[in-house]
């Protein structure tokens, strides 16, 4: 069975600083994989994932991730932090026809 | 483009009681999925409907909980009778659907739906 895994439960950084989270996947075939964020009182929304191809994907509002089979990882990074980013991120495999397996987030703080 | 809408946005009911949700998915979009999100926990999918059939409700309590997507479009959630552990976020999501088991949709989610059970 598929299984996701967020080691950090919560990870705080300072406004400006980089930022990595970590994701670790568990699937049988070649995984779809996805970075959602939630902020609070809002539905996910889509970061970025990766099918094929190019393992280091770009997503929206600056966020990258890169695919790493060897490891089974797909970590999130930003280079540079800033305050609106604070929120709960998720970690995803797609496990065919669309439908996903999430972790159970990170929630970041951004300290000013 | 409108979003994925859901009402209502909050619900407090006692258990054994019943309630229900609403959804209404992308224009479109023939893919309609529930998932249950327990705080401090990621979403389960607890059903998928393709068009206005089933796709996968092997996580769904169907004892209690039961869906339906009437004319392939809105959709509602229900729970019958409810329990403590039901205390969650309902979260409905859609996608355009139709490419199969491999699908590499994007799937749009909505506000959700908090549910307290006392």
């Known amino acids: 069975a598929q299984s996701v895994t967020q080691p950090d439960i919560h990870i705080t950084v300072s406004e400006g600083a980089s930022l990595e989270l970590r994701c670790n996947y568990s699937?049988?075939?070649?995984?779809?994989l996805f970075w959602y964020v939630q902020s609070p009182g809002q539905g996910l929304q889509l970061l970025l994932k990766?099918?094929?191809?190019?393992?280091l994907v770009q997503g929206i509002k600056g966020f990258e991730a890169e695919f790493k089979r060897s490891q089974s990882s797909f970590n999130l990074r930003k280079p540079s932090v800033h305050w609106s980013d604070a929120a709960e991120y998720f970690c995803?495999?797609?496990?065919?026809?669309?439908?996903?397996?999430f972790g159970d987030g990170t929630t970041l703080t951004v300290k000013p | 483009e409108a979003g994925v809408a859901q009402s209502p946005r909050y619900k407090i009911i006692e258990k054994r009681q019943s309630v229900a949700f609403w959804c209404n998915p992308i224009?479109?979009?023939?893919?309609l999925y529930w998932y249950q999100q327990i705080l401090g926990q990621g979403p389960k999918l607890l059903i998928q409907?393709?068009?206005?059939?089933?796709?996968?409700d092997s996580q769904l309590p169907k004892d209690r909980f039961s869906a339906e997507r009437l004319k392939g479009v809105d959709s509602t959630l229900k729970i019958q009778p409810a329990k403590l552990e039901d205390s969650a976020v309902y979260l409905c999501?859609?996608?355009?659907?139709?490419?199969?088991?491999?699908?590499?949709?994007?799937?749009?989610f909505g506000p959700g739906t908090r549910l307290t059970v006392l």
């Open positions: 999501a859609s996608s355009l659907g139709g490419q199969g088991p491999l699908s590499t949709d994007t799937q749009y």
């Open positions: 699937y049988g075939a070649t995984p779809y």
């Open positions: 990766y099918f094929s191809g190019d393992t």
């Open positions: 995803a495999v797609g496990v065919g026809a669309g439908k996903s397996t």
């Open positions: 224009s479109g979009h023939a893919t």
């Open positions: 409907f393709q068009n206005n059939g089933v796709v996968d």
